[in-house]
């Protein structure tokens, strides 16, 4: 009975275990969070990106529904550290215009990335570059026939983006692409990358020789899998590797 008592009480090596686990809950549940704050009005709205500013802003791409319409609507808010807002502004037109993705840009000004309404329901990659004073500089419509969206940004040396873009992406031979834009939106040729099937991206990152693209790609049977794509500075797919088949819904 002793040593029954001293394995599960609160100083056998159970009830330490039990505590530890007890303490691991409580610090994953709180205290957060120290700020809360709804962006947003009528109709439904969604944060689809956020980046940090130098200062220590936060940029944050809204997707706002049109009160009355079925349009979708961008959205920039621009936030202090503490939640507050520091000004909103709405771009876009009728129709359906979302970012994905933003980049801050050295002179204060940024990209966004995502879609706009193209031809018929199909919409087209759509990135826009904005000036410090909210002023849109320029825009440019990316891909081809198809569905397509960007999903990604990443800054360029000579201050342009690499663009990272689901191209065709209601089509079951969807890939993913890399475009480059000139710090004026000139676009370079469209890189595909990926293999036979549909290539769904969802993120893109900095590396050492080149971008890495994440996303999942479908099998032959129907099945998906994660997919990570490291491409070189000239667009060349340098590796990938695909997560095991058992692990992926």
Same mark, same amino acid.
């Given at each position: 009975?002793?040593?029954?008592?001293?394995?599960?009480?609160?100083?056998?090596?159970?009830?330490?275990?039990?505590?530890?686990?007890?303490?691991?809950?409580?610090?994953?549940?709180? +205290?957060?969070?120290?700020?809360?704050?709804?962006?947003?009005?009528?109709?439904?709205?969604?944060?689809?990106?956020?980046?940090?500013?130098?200062?220590? %802003?936060?940029?944050?791409?809204?997707?706002?529904?049109?009160?009355? %319409?079925?349009?979708?609507? !961008?959205?920039?808010?621009?936030?202090?550290?503490?939640?507050?807002?520091?000004?909103?502004?709405?771009?876009?037109?009728?129709?359906?215009?979302?970012?994905?993705?933003?980049?801050?840009?050295?002179?204060?000004?940024?990209?966004?990335?995502?879609? &706009?309404?193209?031809?018929?329901?199909?919409?087209?990659?759509?990135?826009?570059?904005?000036?410090?004073?909210?002023?849109?500089?320029?825009?440019?419509?990316?891909?081809?026939?198809?569905?397509?969206?960007?999903?990604?940004?990443? +800054?360029?040396?000579?201050?342009?983006? &690499?663009?990272?873009?689901?191209? %065709?992406?209601?089509?079951?031979?969807?890939?993913?692409?890399?475009? &480059?834009?000139?710090?004026?939106?000139?676009?370079?040729?469209?890189?595909?990358?990926?293999?036979?099937?549909?290539?769904?991206?969802?993120? !893109?990152? +900095?590396?050492?020789?080149?971008?890495?693209?994440?996303?999942?790609?479908?099998?032959?049977?129907?099945?998906?899998?994660?997919?990570?794509?490291?491409?070189?500075? %000239?667009?060349?797919?340098?590796?990938?590797?695909? &997560?095991?088949?058992?692990?992926?819904?």
């Amino acid at each position: 009975l002793a040593a029954l008592q001293a394995a599960t009480g609160a100083g056998g090596a159970a009830g330490r275990l039990h505590q530890a686990r007890l303490q691991d809950k409580q610090a994953r549940r709180g +205290p957060w969070p120290l700020i809360a704050r709804t962006f947003g009005g009528a109709g439904d709205d969604s944060i689809n990106a956020m980046a940090t500013l130098p200062d220590g %802003d936060l940029l944050l791409a809204v997707r706002k529904q049109v009160a009355g %319409d079925e349009g979708i609507q !961008l959205h920039i808010w621009r936030v202090d550290d503490a939640g507050r807002t520091r000004w909103q502004q709405s771009f876009g037109a009728a129709g359906r215009d979302e970012a994905h993705a933003l980049l801050p840009l050295p002179d204060g000004g940024w990209l966004a990335a995502g879609e &706009t309404a193209g031809e018929g329901d199909q919409p087209d990659a759509w990135v826009v570059r904005f000036s410090a004073n909210r002023s849109v500089l320029w825009h440019k419509a990316l891909g081809g026939g198809g569905a397509d969206r960007a999903i990604g940004l990443l +800054p360029r040396r000579d201050g342009g983006a &690499t663009v990272l873009l689901a191209a %065709d992406s209601d089509s079951a031979a969807g890939d993913m692409a890399l475009v &480059t834009l000139s710090a004026a939106g000139q676009p370079g040729a469209a890189i595909r990358l990926g293999g036979p099937g549909e290539q769904v991206p969802s993120s !893109l990152l +900095p590396g050492k020789k080149g971008p890495l693209l994440g996303g999942r790609s479908r099998q032959k049977n129907g099945s998906w899998r994660g997919i990570v794509i490291a491409v070189d500075r %000239d667009g060349g797919q340098r590796w990938q590797v695909q &997560t095991p088949a058992d692990q992926i819904a």
